[in-house]
DNA sequence: GCCAACGTTGGC
DNA sequence: GCCAACGTTGGC
């Protein structure tokens, strides 16, 4: 079983928006090395659910993947903002799967935090220099501790 | 295959 | 709003 990050600006998809509607196909994402990442997820796999570009960045809750992986329906879809020209039904480009909502995280693990317990994360990507991998693996060790960073 | 130009991400 | 870092595009 892998541990995962999923970034989203919590502007247009929130974790309130996720606890609603309680399964999301995770949609959009066109990036070779996310999309490597979620090609790799399994159904059950926990995941870390990040608001970025917002007042205060953070894990603000827990997720899992809810399938697996199967192509992106809004690359075919040409009124779609994530329409692929290039890609088609016999060959997709773009393939995801569904995120589950698990619970949120009183309080959420800010940035900040994150920043403050570096040591313990070695290797984290969020923290890495000018990362903006949206969807990013993260050790079994690293996903305790972030866990146990919410209190 | 190189690389400049451009668009995007995302923290601050 | 700024700007550093990154990925993609396209001319050559």
């Not at 917002?54 to 603000?60: A, F, R, S």
Request: net charge positive; with cysteine; glycine share 4%.
């Amino acid at each position: 079983m892998k541990h995962w990050l999923m970034k989203t600006e919590p502007d247009a998809f929130s974790i309130d928006d996720l606890e609603r509607v309680g399964t999301e196909p995770w949609t959009g994402v066109r990036n070779y090395q996310a999309r490597n990442f979620m090609r790799q997820m399994k159904p059950g796999d926990p995941v870390l659910f990040y608001h970025s570009s917002c007042k205060v960045p953070g894990v603000y809750g827990l997720a899992e993947v809810a399938t697996v992986p199967y192509p992106d329906p809004t690359q075919f879809d040409r009124k779609s903002p994530y329409h692929d020209p290039k890609s088609t039904r016999e060959q997709p480009r773009w393939e995801l799967v569904d995120v589950r909502f698990v619970r949120r995280l009183e309080p959420p693990v800010t940035l900040a935090t994150l920043r403050e317990h570096a040591e313990d994360l070695e290797g984290l990507k969020l923290l890495e220099r000018g990362s903006r991998l949206s969807v990013q693996p993260v050790t079994p060790h690293q996903y305790r501790r972030i866990l146990a960073l919410s209190r």
